[in-house]
């Protein structure tokens, strides 16, 4: 049985916290290292139905990213409401909420990248 949240350990509250800024590096390596493989391995021009490859799974990775961090935000939203009385434990919610919504700030800039363009060296 999984112990309520106020007795869960450093561990997982830094991990539940963190769990937005952690969504977005995952994606923002994803983003770069597609692009970093795409102009060494030769597909970066590769397209599927008229758009690049890369692209596309830009486009897919965001998506996916940006609904982890709208579950996040709505798990920790909705946790400060019911957490009454203990407020080490709503604040701890809310600033999970916060840190999700900024990572999905990072997440739309960081998806704004793979629209453009993919322009490899000489």
């Known amino acids: 049985m999984k112990a309520p949240l106020h007795q869960r350990s450093f561990v997982g509250w830094s991990l539940y916290v963190s769990g937005g800024l952690l969504i977005w590096v995952a994606h923002f390596l994803l983003g770069y290292v597609l692009a970093a493989l795409a102009c060494s391995q030769g597909f970066a021009h590769r397209q599927i139905a008229g758009i690049s490859v890369v692209t596309w799974?830009?486009?897919?990775?965001?998506?996916?990213?940006?609904?982890?961090?709208?579950?996040?935000?709505?798990?920790?939203?909705?946790?400060?409401?019911?957490?009454?009385?203990?407020?080490?434990?709503?604040?701890?919610?809310?600033?999970?909420?916060?840190?999700?919504?900024?990572?999905?700030?990072?997440?739309?800039a960081t998806a704004l990248s793979g629209a453009l363009p993919l322009q490899c060296g000489p």
Request: charged residues 10%.
């Open 57 to 108: 799974i830009t486009a897919l990775a965001s998506l996916v990213a940006a609904v982890g961090c709208c579950l996040l935000m709505y798990r920790a939203l909705s946790a400060v409401r019911r957490s009454a009385g203990h407020e080490t434990t709503r604040f701890l919610h809310f600033i999970a909420g916060a840190v999700a919504a900024l990572a999905l700030s990072g997440i739309a």
